[in-house]
């Protein structure tokens, strides 16, 4: 049983340049969210889905886009990096609402915008 | 402004030493508790949670909670620790009745040491 897997698990990005973070779940939850983690900071939503063609923003949105065309996929865009979205980047999944329900969490992605 | 303060941000401990993580909240009302942990290059896994009843609460590789009211607090504990313990960990809190969106606060964190 794979989880939630996040990929990639490292990247670079130069200022202005855009890119997708990849997110999937097989536990068919139909709650998915991202959130980054800052150092010295604890977790900040960036959007979340609550299913397929429903997505809304969280804490942090601004700068991100995402989709939710299907139940397991819920990727994250950056379409103009700048470096203050250099983070690590967390997708989770529960069964139900993320604030009374237990989060299940990939493994992050490592971004850095220089 | 609701909030969640871990007021330690690292703390080391002997192996085999008790441990005590303290977490304190400001809500509205009583909230759903959870702590959660990172071990190095993971995501965070649920170690346990508090919503209603018992104010001690039993998670997952031997660790407690106790939530107080009258001290807004949630604090982990764990009576003898092990060198796998060392992670970082992060109280929670999210509202318990609501309706449309509410978020889950997550604390900044407090990363354990274990020396052997």
């Known amino acids: 049983n794979a989880g939630v897997t996040q990929t990639p698990k490292f990247r670079i990005l130069k200022i202005g340049q855009s890119m997708t973070l990849q997110c999937t779940q097989d536990m068919n939850h139909n709650y998915m969210y991202w959130y980054r983690q800052d150092p010295g900071m604890g977790l900040k939503l960036i959007y979340y889905?609550?299913?397929?063609?429903?997505?809304d923003k969280g804490e942090v949105p601004n700068g991100y886009n995402v989709s939710r065309s299907t139940t397991e996929d819920f990727p994250l865009r950056l379409e103009l990096a700048a470096p203050s979205q250099t983070s690590v980047y967390f997708c989770?999944?529960?069964?139900?609402?993320?604030?009374?329900?237990?989060?299940?969490f990939g493994s992050g992605t490592q971004l850095s915008v220089l | 402004a609701q909030s969640v303060t871990q007021p330690d941000i690292h703390i080391t401990v002997s192996e085999g030493a008790s441990l005590e993580l303290r977490c304190n909240y400001s809500y509205g009302a009583t909230p759903y508790l959870f702590w959660y942990v990172q071990s190095p290059g993971q995501g965070l896994q649920l170690l346990l949670k508090?919503?209603?009843?018992?104010?001690l609460v039993q998670g997952i590789k031997g660790f407690e909670a106790e939530f107080k009211r009258s001290q807004s607090s949630f604090n982990l504990r764990k009576p003898s620790v092990h060198w796998s313990d060392a992670a970082e960990y992060f109280c929670?809190?999210?509202?318990?009745?609501?309706?449309?969106?509410?978020?889950?606060?997550f604390g900044a964190g407090t990363r354990l040491a274990v020396h052997p």
């Open positions: 889905s609550v299913g397929a063609g429903i997505t």
């Open positions: 508090y919503f209603s009843g018992d104010t």
């Open positions: 929670a809190v999210g509202p318990m009745f609501s309706g449309g969106y509410n978020k889950l606060i």
């Open positions: 989770a999944s529960s069964y139900s609402r993320h604030w009374e329900e237990k989060l299940f």
